[in-house]
């Protein structure tokens, strides 16, 4: 069986449409997807966006689980333009898969290998996204890697982290990452947002852009994770 971790819907919405034999089931009182891409069983959480949901969600996720491998995927945002949007990053840092063959079984796909960084908070500015680069040495940055990496290796499961950019210093987000998620409560102020715009409306074309990007991103991912069940 493989497991599958997105931090939101938003992310998975194309992969899931993808799924055969889709249903619904709670495992320790988390929501879980079950589902096949040819003869293989796939499993996906949502974990949440951030560390203290994360681990709640994933620790119970994998207790008493018996997968081959975890895939934690998802979006990610570049520290630095050599990484653009749209392109797949497979985290070498964190992924304990044989890379090498994994590398061979998707030379089919254009994906690139580089150090991921799991912060406590989106950054946005190309100041900040430089010096985070120039301390940690990292390509790109995420929320939830890390933790789901450490439950892992807890409980003995191979990890592919693979992500998608989204963002970059050239390609920012359309609006401060606190306006576009409240990560307390788990979900986009709608209200908040919408002031922001209404204050900003010269912003409004960059987030028509970015919501482009965000759909076209969820495809390249979703394509991505079919290609690669279907070579484990």
Do not use: Y
Not at 53 to 77: N, P, W, Y
Not at 178 to 199: C, E, M, Y
Request: charged share 25%; proline share 4%.
């Amino acid at each position: 069986m493989i497991a599958v971790t997105f931090a939101l819907p938003a992310e998975s919405s194309e992969f899931l449409r993808r799924l055969e034999n889709k249903s619904r089931a709670d495992r320790k009182g988390i929501s879980i997807v079950r589902g096949t891409i040819d003869d293989r069983a796939i499993e996906v959480l949502h974990t949440g966006v951030g560390e203290n949901i994360c681990r709640e969600r994933i620790g119970k996720f994998l207790t008493d689980a018996q997968f081959h491998v975890l895939i934690s995927t998802g979006f990610a945002g570049a520290l630095n333009d050599q990484l653009q949007v749209d392109h797949l990053v497979l985290a070498e840092n964190f992924s304990t898969v044989d890379l090498e063959q994994t590398q061979s079984s998707l030379s089919s796909l254009s994906v690139r290998t580089a150090d991921l960084l799991t912060l406590p908070a989106p950054i946005d500015s190309t100041e900040e996204r430089e010096r985070t680069a120039h301390e940690s040495g990292a390509a790109a940055v995420d929320m939830e890697t890390e933790f789901i990496a450490r439950a892992c290796a807890t409980h003995n499961i191979a990890l592919m982290a693979l992500r998608v950019i989204t963002d970059t210093p050239s390609q920012p987000f359309p609006a401060p990452p606190s306006v576009l998620f409240d990560i307390a409560k788990q979900r986009t102020a709608l209200a908040k947002l919408a002031r922001f715009f209404l204050v900003h409306p010269n912003r409004v074309p960059h987030l028509v852009q970015f919501a482009r990007r965000i759909g076209r991103a969820k495809r390249i991912l979703a394509s991505a994770l079919v290609t690669i069940v279907r070579e484990l």
